[in-house]
């Protein structure tokens, strides 16, 4: 049995819209770990975020561990609740524009299954091209003009995880281009209602625009 986390009532209404996408005996925990998330320093892992919290010790803490790993509930859910949130704050007139790009993650070691090597263009230049070990992950973010930056900013609401097509031959998977994960996640967010995307013929590059 886990100790309870007493959260104030404040913060837990103002997480209730993204509580509700989980079920009732799930939604503790899930604030819970919000909270350490958001505290955190450093990598944010549920064990750092038990470790914040004073939980790390707990003989229950694989109930948190449950929620990323068994629990059923729909990121996509959120994605739509988060999306529309970040509309209403920043672009409440619109119009309303949805970036897709991919970032490499540097992970290394046998536990890290997709993990593969890259190009990483942080690391590379003109003259030299660098290859890392990690994980590639597609986002879709919400291109804002952020006021106090002065800049657009792209505020992440869907991430997928894209393994190479070595990985994918060795473990008999069916393997996805990025353009295809691109276009993969376009159309879930067209399901949940959060977007209508459509696709430019013979060019890479997708448009969409909410609902």
Same mark, same amino acid.
């Given at each position: 049995?886990?100790r309870?986390v007493? !959260?104030?009532?404040s913060? %837990?209404?103002?997480?209730?819209?993204y509580l509700e996408?989980? /079920?009732?005996?799930?939604?503790a925990?899930?604030?819970a770990?919000t %909270?350490g998330?958001?505290?955190s320093v *450093?990598p944010r892992?549920?064990?750092?975020?038990?470790?914040?919290?004073?939980l790390?010790?707990e @003989? *229950?803490?694989?109930?948190?561990h449950?929620?990323?790993?068994? &629990?059923a509930?729909s990121?996509?859910?959120?994605v739509?609740t988060?999306?529309?949130? !970040?509309?209403?704050a920043? %672009? #409440?007139?619109? #119009?309303?524009?949805i970036?897709?790009?991919?970032?490499?993650?540097r992970?290394r *070691?046998?536990?890290?299954r997709?993990a593969?090597q890259?190009?990483? @263009?942080?690391r590379?230049?003109?003259k030299?091209?660098v290859?890392s070990?990690g994980?590639r992950?597609?986002?879709a973010?919400?291109?804002?003009?952020? #006021?106090?930056a002065?800049?657009i900013?792209? !505020?992440?609401?869907l991430t997928a995880?894209?393994p190479?097509r /070595?990985?994918c031959?060795?473990?008999?998977r069916?393997?996805?281009?990025? &353009?295809d994960?691109?276009?993969?996640?376009?159309?879930?967010?067209?399901?949940?209602?959060?977007? /209508?995307p459509s696709?430019t013929?013979?060019? #890479?590059?997708?448009?969409?625009?909410?609902?």
């Amino acid at each position: 049995m886990v100790r309870p986390v007493v !959260l104030p009532k404040s913060f %837990v209404a103002w997480l209730w819209p993204y509580l509700e996408a989980f /079920s009732g005996r799930t939604r503790a925990t899930v604030a819970a770990l919000t %909270v350490g998330a958001v505290l955190s320093v *450093g990598p944010r892992t549920v064990a750092n975020a038990l470790r914040v919290l004073g939980l790390a010790d707990e @003989a *229950g803490f694989a109930t948190f561990h449950r929620v990323l790993n068994r &629990n059923a509930w729909s990121g996509l859910v959120l994605v739509r609740t988060l999306l529309h949130a !970040l509309v209403g704050a920043f %672009v #409440p007139d619109g #119009p309303v524009v949805i970036g897709i790009d991919h970032t490499l993650e540097r992970r290394r *070691g046998p536990c890290i299954r997709p993990a593969s090597q890259y190009y990483d @263009a942080v690391r590379s230049s003109k003259k030299r091209r660098v290859t890392s070990p990690g994980l590639r992950w597609l986002t879709a973010m919400l291109l804002v003009k952020v #006021p106090f930056a002065g800049r657009i900013w792209g !505020l992440p609401v869907l991430t997928a995880l894209t393994p190479s097509r /070595s990985w994918c031959q060795e473990h008999g998977r069916h393997y996805r281009s990025v &353009n295809d994960w691109a276009r993969a996640g376009c159309t879930a967010g067209c399901r949940t209602g959060c977007w /209508s995307p459509s696709w430019t013929a013979g060019s #890479p590059r997708w448009t969409c625009s909410m609902r």
